[in-house]
């Protein structure tokens, strides 16, 4: 239970205040940019609460209030109350009173728990006493934060990460996790696309597969959904268009072919099985080789506005090698 001063409210300047609890508390700029509208508008509505600590003021609560009146040139002081309260019990009126604002986040809950068990040497029984909670809430608490990994840790206090991503986060081993977290970075990937990327890594342990995840996260998550990746693109003529849906569809079975080629899953195939594909991958193989030259010829005709080069454009290339693939697979002479 809180224990309040009995004290008026008093003014503090802002340099007064120490942020010592700030690390149990999560940063999102966007409410703070909200608060600073407010407070220009409005002023201080309701008063910061503090505790002293060792000859300081320490914030408990009213983070985002002191982190928009630093960034406003018109204000210099807040209006502050003040909690007795020790080290257990300051974390357990930062959950209190957040809690009963109902602003409190799963992963906050966690680093006070996890502050409560392993710096302050509480017991799990003990901390579910202290915070009104049941023990297997506590349980689940701290095994959020001690899943998570350090770089991960580093990127949610300050608000790179989001708590829901995080959740998805410490679903995974430790050693994974930065492979992720890089993902996400470079990809942009929202919410339910990490949800999915983190559900294909746990069924596929294949490093071979992982690595794919990682090169092609999109593709991966539309060939698992069975969900065609755009097929129109509406900068394109009616012919553009048709060439477009036609490459997208043999880039999404080339992917998939990479894949099973490269995992060592292929071995389930039977020796006769082996002997009735073997026609089959030479064609691949030969068609595929005819393929790259012609296409190699095309992404160069295109960066230079139409203009072929007649010393590395070879039309008759890819129609031999295919016929003779399709008469050899009829069983015919071609």
């Known amino acids: 239970?809180?224990?309040?001063?009995?004290?008026?409210?008093?003014?503090?300047?802002?340099?007064?205040?120490?942020?010592?609890?700030?690390?149990?508390?999560?940063?999102?700029?966007?409410?703070?940019?909200?608060?600073?509208?407010?407070?220009?508008?409005?002023?201080?509505?309701?008063?910061?609460?503090?505790?002293?600590?060792?000859?300081?003021?320490?914030?408990?609560?009213?983070?985002?209030?002191?982190?928009?009146?630093?960034?406003?040139?018109?204000?210099?002081?807040?209006?502050?109350?003040?909690?007795?309260?020790?080290?257990?019990?300051?974390?357990?009126?930062?959950?209190?009173?957040?809690?009963?604002?109902?602003?409190?986040?799963?992963?906050?809950?966690?680093?006070i728990v996890h502050a409560l068990v392993r710096d302050d040497?509480?017991?799990?029984?003990?901390?579910?006493?202290?915070?009104?909670?049941?023990?297997?809430?506590?349980?689940?608490?701290?095994?959020?934060?001690?899943?998570?990994?350090?770089?991960?840790?580093?990127?949610?206090?300050?608000?790179?990460?989001?708590?829901?991503a995080a959740r998805q986060l410490v679903r995974l081993p430790a050693g994974n996790q930065p492979d992720i977290l890089e993902l996400v970075r470079r990809e942009g990937l929202s919410t339910n696309e990490l949800t999915g990327i983190v559900d294909l890594w746990v069924q596929c342990p294949a490093r071979v597969q992982q690595q794919y995840i990682l090169q092609h996260p999109r593709e991966a998550l539309a060939q698992e959904k069975g969900v065609d990746l755009a097929s129109h693109d509406p900068r394109l003529s009616p012919a553009g268009n048709r060439i477009f849906e036609q490459l997208g569809a043999v880039l999404r079975q080339l992917a998939r072919m990479e894949v099973w080629l490269a995992h060592q899953g292929r071995t389930a195939i039977t020796a006769e099985d082996r002997r009735i594909l073997q026609p089959r991958f030479e064609r691949l193989s030969r068609d595929a080789a005819s393929v790259a030259a012609l296409s190699a010829d095309m992404s160069m005709e295109c960066e230079h506005d139409g203009r072929i080069d007649p010393q590395r454009h070879h039309p008759d290339v890819l129609q031999p090698n295919l016929a003779a693939a399709h008469c050899q697979e009829a069983g015919s002479r071609p």
């Open 121 to 164: 040497g509480l017991t799990q029984v003990e901390v579910a006493e202290l915070l009104g909670r049941h023990k297997s809430w506590v349980c689940r608490r701290l095994a959020l934060i001690e899943k998570l990994g350090s770089e991960a840790r580093a990127d949610l206090q300050v608000g790179l990460l989001t708590p829901t």
């Open 1 to 111: 239970m809180l224990r309040w001063a009995e004290e008026e409210p008093r003014e503090l300047r802002l340099d007064e205040i120490g942020e010592t609890y700030g690390r149990y508390r999560l940063h999102i700029p966007e409410l703070e940019r909200g608060m600073m509208l407010s407070l220009e508008s409005y002023g201080q509505l309701s008063p910061i609460v503090v505790v002293r600590h060792e000859s300081r003021w320490e914030l408990i609560d009213g983070y985002k209030r002191l982190g928009a009146a630093r960034k406003l040139q018109s204000m210099d002081r807040l209006v502050a109350r003040r909690i007795e309260a020790d080290e257990r019990s300051a974390k357990a009126a930062i959950y209190g009173l957040n809690r009963a604002g109902g602003r409190t986040r799963e992963i906050e809950e966690a680093w």
